[in-house]
């Protein structure tokens, strides 16, 4: 692992901010527990709850509690029942029932990847105690990311949190995660130059603050995994140990900059929307990185069609959004898609300079992979690069794609094929 440089030391960046990422300790290690009891006993709690769900209990909650209880803490182990035969979800619901079950811990440690990471975090954070993640998967960013992304009354919302004080893996059980968990990973951290670029391209129009240190802070480690996907799909220990250094350093720089905006832009709310879909209609979703794979490769191809127009014809989207569509979930979605069109009228200004728009472009443009580049990557390490690999049709895929751009108050690379006139009209060739 790279990242320790990072941590627990705040700098000045050359962006002109000071950066800082709280956690303490990133131990990726054959032995990771026994440092996990070290830190635990240093700290000097008494009253410890390890949160895992049946999977990961199995795994790594139990050898993580076990090792707690040596140094003479209290534990209390903490099994998230799975709910209608599916993996628990990360929603207000679920952590109140978390909250309930969780007494009156020093520490919580999180022993597994996304749901039970958030909500741990969600939890510790408005409890105000510290929080420790035992790693199971390379399957998300999340780890060291300050932020959580719960499901709140339907609708995929990003909540301040706290990064873990400490993180704890050990290889053997990231490696020997089921294999689809691994491809999740490799789906959201490969989102990561489109994030980049959508970022640069807020920073231009709209003034958003841009780090490039953040935006390009897994450059150095993209091509062990992006040229080299058979060695994920082998299972290879440095390929996969890669993968969850990209994904940890990823979750940094989103905790480095204090938003998700490093890693996250146009191609996360393909799968955002995949998820709202879900809780209206109750059509199961696939694993968050796994449609954001298949987000990333349609977002690269939004951008090939937008950086192809050289004289930009400006259509202002519809003023509203989709209310049958969104049925219960309307008016929270709106309140997001309203909060952007002051934001909308200012990529319109732009647009409408010649000059403007060539100089966004050369900008933007080293951010840039090719959709045929990210699609060959994750259908060689056998991640998901289909619609029919996360479970949808077309007609699904299609209607996530209409509709996406109403979900979020920030503009993304989504709004501005809306704006200019490649959604709607080339939606089927993008898909
Ligand atoms: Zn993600
Ligand atoms: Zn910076």
């Not at 350093?249 to 995949?274: D, K, N, R, V």
């Not at 966004?360 to 690999?389: E, Y």
Request: charged share 20%; net charge negative.
């Amino acid at each position: 692992m790279g990242c320790e440089r990072f941590l627990d030391a705040p700098f000045i960046c050359a962006c002109g901010q000071r950066h800082h990422a709280p956690t303490q300790a990133i131990v990726v290690a054959d032995d990771a527990l026994d440092r996990l009891a070290d830190v635990i006993s240093r700290l000097g709690a008494r009253r410890v709850a390890v949160v895992a769900d049946v999977r990961t209990q199995a795994v790594a909650g139990a050898a993580a509690g076990a090792q707690v209880a040596r140094v003479g803490c209290a534990v209390q182990a903490v099994v998230l029942p799975d709910r209608n035969g599916r993996t628990p979800v990360c929603d207000e619901p679920t952590k109140c029932a978390l909250a309930a079950v969780v007494g009156e811990a020093d520490v919580l440690v999180a022993a597994g990847s996304g749901v039970v990471n958030d909500l741990t975090k969600w939890l510790a954070f408005e409890r105000e105690r510290p929080y420790i993640v035992v790693a199971t998967a390379a399957s998300m960013n999340g780890y060291t990311a300050a932020n959580v992304a719960p499901t709140i009354n339907g609708v995929k919302m990003l909540v301040r949190a706290r990064a873990p004080l400490a993180l704890f893996a050990v290889p053997d059980v990231i490696l020997n995660a089921p294999y689809a968990m691994t491809t999740a990973g490799l789906g959201d951290v490969i989102a990561k130059p489109v994030s980049a670029a959508d970022w640069r391209l807020n920073s231009l129009v709209v003034g958003e603050h841009f780090c490039p240190l953040c935006a390009g802070i897994i450059n150095d480690i993209e091509p062990l995994y992006l040229d080299h996907p058979e060695h994920i799909r082998a299972c290879d220990r440095t390929a996969v140990m890669a993968l969850l250094d990209a994904l940890l350093y990823s979750g940094l720089a989103m905790t480095l900059i204090g938003s998700s905006a490093p890693a996250s832009g146009g191609e996360h709310l393909f799968s955002h929307t995949l998820d709202m879909m879900s809780a209206l209609d109750g059509v199961p979703h696939d694993l968050h990185g796994r449609q954001v794979g298949v987000g990333t490769i349609i977002a690269a191809r939004i951008y090939e069609h937008i950086m192809a127009i050289d004289t930009p014809r400006v259509h202002m989207p519809p003023a509203d959004i989709d209310v049958q569509f969104w049925g219960p979930l309307a008016p929270a979605v709106r309140a997001a898609y309203q909060a952007k069109q002051a934001h909308l009228v200012r990529f319109a200004e732009m647009l409408r300079q010649p000059d403007q728009w060539q100089q966004v472009k050369a900008a933007i443009a080293p951010h840039l992979r090719s959709s045929r580049a990210i699609a060959d990557c994750l259908a060689q390490a056998g991640a998901a690069c289909t619609a029919v690999d996360i479970g949808c049709d077309l007609a699904r895929v299609r209607q996530a794609v209409l509709h996406m751009h109403e979900i979020r108050a920030r503009t993304t690379i989504v709004d501005l094929a809306w704006l200019l006139g490649v959604l709607p009209d080339a939606a089927d060739v993008l898909i």
